[in-house]
């Protein structure tokens, strides 16, 4: 590609530097920035041109005044700003809006989709944002064996002498009444009281996420229930 087909007309430097004349040694720092804005501009013109050597870019006219350097400047803050809490956001929040999203024949499918295990894994995970994630896939949980039919939650559907629901509750859940972590267990503890209700068994239902007396009865006793159901 020919140097004069890859340029990108930018700003006159002349332009910005005519600004320069009546500021005071206060301003300066804001005209720089408004310098790196414009390099910033021109560069990206330059990024998202055309391969075509000989296509017409666009140009970027300059400030008129500081005013006008300072609208760019926040405009660009602003872009900056969404980029950066785009970037913060953990992908987990999204693949549990994904679960949520599901229909009973998506729900059905077994592979390439969010489990109701990865949503265990996230809730008691203690790295995870409580609020965006943890609790998010608690409620997503709920959702699932309450309204959007996982199969993997359900109390109708057998695997072996017992349901689902049971099979799933044993393997993914009761362990973690045992957690270091207290908003794991508390997260649990409240998960399998919506799942199951009480349970009519003293060491179950007496459990609590404060009271480490209370653990290893609950998590002896749950194998016992849930074989009947």
């Not at 700003?11 to 530097?17: D, Q």
């Not at 393997?171 to 908003?183: A, F």
């Not at 799942?195 to 194998?223: C, F, Q, V």
Request: proline fraction near 7%; hydrophobic fraction near 40%; aromatic fraction near 6%.
């Amino acid at each position: 590609m020919g140097r004069r087909g890859a340029e990108i007309d930018s700003p006159p430097t002349s332009a910005v530097l005519k600004l320069l004349g009546p500021c005071t040694m206060l301003a300066m720092p804001r005209l720089l920035a408004a310098l790196l804005v414009l390099a910033v501009l021109a560069l990206g013109l330059q990024a998202s041109a055309a391969p075509d050597p000989e296509a017409a870019a666009p140009k970027v006219p300059a400030p008129k005044n500081l005013r006008e350097v300072g609208d760019r400047l926040d405009e660009l803050s602003v872009r900056i700003a969404k980029i950066v809490e785009e970037a913060r956001k953990d992908p987990d929040t999204a693949r549990i809006k994904l679960y949520t999203s599901y229909t009973p024949d998506q729900m059905k499918k077994t592979r390439g989709r969010v489990r109701a295990e990865d949503l265990v894994r996230w809730m008691v995970d203690p790295k995870k944002n409580f609020t965006t994630v943890r609790q998010a896939a608690q409620r997503a949980l709920q959702e699932g064996a309450q309204f959007r039919g996982d199969p993997e939650l359900s109390r109708g559907e057998k695997q072996g002498s017992r349901s689902k629901r049971a099979y799933f509750t044993e393997k993914h859940l009761i362990k973690h009444l045992g957690d270091d972590d207290r908003l794991a267990r508390a997260l649990v503890h409240d998960l399998l009281k919506k799942l199951w209700g009480t349970t009519g068994l003293p060491e179950i239902d007496r459990y609590s996420p404060l009271n480490d007396k209370t653990w290893r009865p609950a998590i002896k006793k749950w194998p016992k229930f849930l074989k009947k159901n």
